[in-house]
């Protein structure tokens, strides 16, 4: 021992000694990890329960951490489109209840009787739907409308007047299984 560690200023019996201790506190070591195994009560399943479920947890995490680092510009991507979709809905939905308030106010409100012909409804119709993508485009510089614009009102149109002639049909159904009984 002193010619490998030459800074220890051991005798021979001393290192001897050291050694024997060192053995005997192995062996006690071992035999206490030994009493501890036999006694020891079984690990609870709620413990395993839990370790399996934040395990789990943790796995999942990295995937989704790993899925990120892959995908994340396409998240964004994706993330960008829908909220741009629902901005056109959205948009869509102002639009026609502006053109049916302008609509209610110019062509539905006309006096019975009013000589009116289809070609001034149609006009008045135009009107009011150019007067409510106007306002949608308040703050918008422009002069012209867009295609799509007037396509998703046409659309909506067509949507509301489906919704309405399915409610008539569902009214009348029920005024006539209320007459027959």
Known sequence: MNDDMPWVNLTQEEVEELRNKKYELTEYGREQL????????????AMFEEAERREAERKALDALDEIYEKHG???LRLAEIEKDQWEREERSR???????AFYNDECASLPH?????PEHMQAMTLECMLDAIR?????????????????????????????????VRQNNERRITEEST
């Open 34 to 45: 030994r009493k501890l195994m036999r006694n020891q009560e079984p690990y609870p399943d």
């Open 73 to 75: 510009d396409a998240m």
């Open 94 to 100: 102002t639009v026609l209840s502006r053109y049916n």
């Open 113 to 117: 009787g009013t000589p009116i012909t």
């Open 135 to 167: 306002c949608e485009n308040l703050n918008d510089e422009f002069d012209v409308v867009s295609i799509d614009d007037i396509n998703a009102l046409i659309e909506a149109l067509h949507q509301q007047g489906n919704e309405y002639l399915e409610r």
